[in-house]
């Protein structure tokens, strides 16, 4: 403990956020801050940020959508912060793509497309691609 005195505001953090809706886990991991001046604080509160997103969120509805369900059940579940481009769809074969727009409040660093698939009226997967 002679290390830290003197230094009253060292931390040690370790925030882990774990997604239910798939198998990852994502993780954020901040060792040691021995000095927490303005820059190491606004660092972190971005980390804290990033953790719960709305983004999250979207993958979580999305991947919660029972395979089978009509268009019209969908959309009614559509949550307020996701915006799906109904009007615009990418057909292939006999898939048919509805992107998600936006995502309000998203902080998704990576800026992933993503899709809605449905076969004819029926929904099939959510689909993410760079």
């Given amino acids: 403990m002679k290390k830290y005195q003197g230094n009253p505001l060292f931390l040690k953090l370790t925030a ?8 990852w886990i994502r993780c954020i991991m901040l060792k040691q801050i ?13 980390l804290i940020a990033a953790c719960n997103n709305r983004y999250n ?3 979580e509805w999305s991947d919660g959508i029972e395979i089978g369900s ?15 481009d109904w009007q615009k769809p990418q057909v292939f074969e006999n ?6 727009v936006e ?4 902080t998704d660093m990576q800026e992933m497309n993503n899709y809605l698939v449905f076969i ?3 929904y099939q997967r959510r689909i993410a691609m760079k």
């Fill in 95 to 100: 898939e048919t793509w509805y992107q998600i």
């Fill in 57 to 59: 969120q979207m993958i």
């Fill in 16 to 23: 882990v956020y774990t997604s239910h809706s798939a198998a």
């Fill in 120 to 122: 004819g009226t029926k």
């Fill in 103 to 106: 995502v309000k409040g998203s």
């Fill in 70 to 84: 009509s268009m019209e059940q969908v959309r009614r579940g559509q949550p307020e912060y996701v915006k799906v």
């Fill in 34 to 46: 021995e000095y927490m001046n303005p820059k190491y604080l606004v660092m972190l509160l971005l």
